[in-house]
């Protein structure tokens, strides 16, 4: 994708080039958040930017003082990088497919917590490091300033919204999680017993986030609406379908989140404790051994 992704099914822009970074950036109109690890930062980064990983590695909860928690943490963190209202946020990680989303979960969150606006870098640095981006290990120190808090809760499903779902039958559940995880032989991506269950949701349908890229020269992309939407389908997905997608902790749905906006989707969720929250709660159903297929759940 050359620039702003301009579907026209999606009138606010999301994906930044680096062309369009650089312009606002210039005119002093973003506020660039680098998600990488601390160390990857130091190392060099795009001038300007601020370090927040805690946007990849927070472990939400969806429970009422779980998302306080989420709400608290995430505008004070972005009050103090200097997020205002008026400058765009760019989120940017070094390529799309590397970082589990990390970059998509930034701008999941920012919307969530209403900020008017945000975008994410397009193909991360790599697409930067590509379009001859500089990089410098000089840090900024960012002003605090008043985050403009506004919960746009219609993003967020809750561990109760997807038991309600299992329950009434009228909502479809994504996992897009990597293929290990779907098919139970590791609980997350911190390694094979991270968490306490392995297995999937009852009734949820696997689409692996990846698909929804493609990937040339290590350069990764979202694939056109056209074939997002083929590949949806083909999972019996729709763009009017009310949608619950989930991972571990909400990052690599939030890039498949970006994906299917892009492609028409209007109805998306994303159940933000995921996987991590889900496989803890003993009194919440799991599918283990073999997938069945999106099979209904039996239990309601
Ligand atoms: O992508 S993830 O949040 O499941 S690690």
């Not at 590397?98 to 999941?108: E, I, K, L, P």
Request: charged share 25%; hydrophobic share 40%; with cysteine.
């Amino acid at each position: 994708m050359s620039t702003i992704m301009r579907e026209a099914l999606m009138p606010i822009p999301v994906l930044y080039s680096p062309d369009d970074v650089r312009r606002l950036a210039a005119e002093g109109k973003a506020l660039l958040i680098d998600v990488r690890d601390k160390k990857d930062f130091d190392a060099g980064h795009i001038a300007g930017a601020v370090n927040m990983p805690d946007i990849f590695t927070y472990l939400a909860e969806t429970t009422q003082d779980g998302l306080a928690t989420l709400q608290r943490t995430f505008a004070s963190l972005f009050a103090e990088y200097g997020l205002d209202g008026k400058k765009t946020a760019i989120v940017y990680e070094d390529a799309l497919h590397t970082r589990y989303g990390a970059s998509c979960r930034g701008y999941w969150i920012l919307r969530y917590l209403g900020y008017p606006s945000v975008g994410i870098l397009d193909g991360g640095l790599s697409a930067w490091r590509r379009a001859g981006g500089t990089f410098t290990t000089e840090t900024t120190t960012p002003v605090r300033t008043e985050f403009p808090l506004g919960i746009n809760g219609d993003l967020m499903a809750t561990y109760e919204d997807v038991m309600a779902a299992l329950r009434s039958g009228g909502v479809k559940l994504l996992d897009n999680r990597d293929r290990v995880e779907w098919l139970g032989d590791s609980s997350s991506p911190y390694g094979v017993d991270f968490a306490p269950r392995k297995g999937r949701i009852p009734g949820a349908v696997w689409i692996e986030w990846y698909d929804f890229m493609k990937v040339t020269d290590n350069h990764a992309s979202f694939r056109d609406a056209a074939e997002i939407r083929a590949l949806a389908a083909s999972r019996n997905l729709h763009p009017d379908d009310d949608i619950i997608i989930y991972c571990f902790k909400g990052a690599r749905a939030a890039n498949t989140y970006v994906a299917l906006t892009a492609a028409g989707f209007t109805r998306l969720r994303i159940y933000m404790g995921s996987w991590n929250e889900w496989s803890r709660n003993s009194a919440l159903p799991i599918e283990d051994g073999l997938p069945k297929a999106a099979a209904p759940y039996s239990g309601r």
